[in-house]
């Protein structure tokens, strides 16, 4: 449980709070965050993320499930995070991870 000044602090900087019921998941909270850089970030992280963009219906791209972490992913994590009223950023951290898997499981 938070206390109240932590969840004053964590809202008035627009910063994810968490309870015991929405607490991350620990495999979500070891995740790398995800985000455009040179050279291209690769891995079954991003192929997991591509799957479940994928999956609920957004575009990542015409080579489809790569394993990269290019453009188009970031467009596809954009609209996601646009559509999900999330900060968006394009970068998959943990509020993102969060709820990616969270729609994956509906």
């Known amino acids: 449980t938070l206390f109240p000044y932590t969840t004053l602090f964590r809202s008035s900087y627009n910063l994810t709070v968490y309870d015991e019921a929405t ?3 620990q495999h979500i909270q070891k995740r790398r965050v995800l985000k455009l850089t040179t050279p291209i970030m ?3 992280d991003v ?3 591509q799957k479940i963009l ?3 219906g957004y575009d990542i791209g015409s ?3 790569d394993s990269k ?3 188009m992913t970031e467009k596809a994590v ?3 995070q646009r559509d999900k ?3 968006v950023d394009g970068m998959v951290g943990i509020a993102t991870w969060t709820m990616l898997e969270k729609y994956n499981e509906m």
């Open 42 to 44: 690769t891995g079954s």
């Open 63 to 65: 080579s489809g499930v």
């Open 23 to 25: 607490e991350p998941s």
């Open 54 to 56: 994928q999956s609920l």
């Open 78 to 80: 954009r609209a996601f």
């Open 47 to 49: 192929i997991i993320c």
């Open 85 to 87: 009223s999330l900060v």
């Open 69 to 71: 972490y290019g453009k």
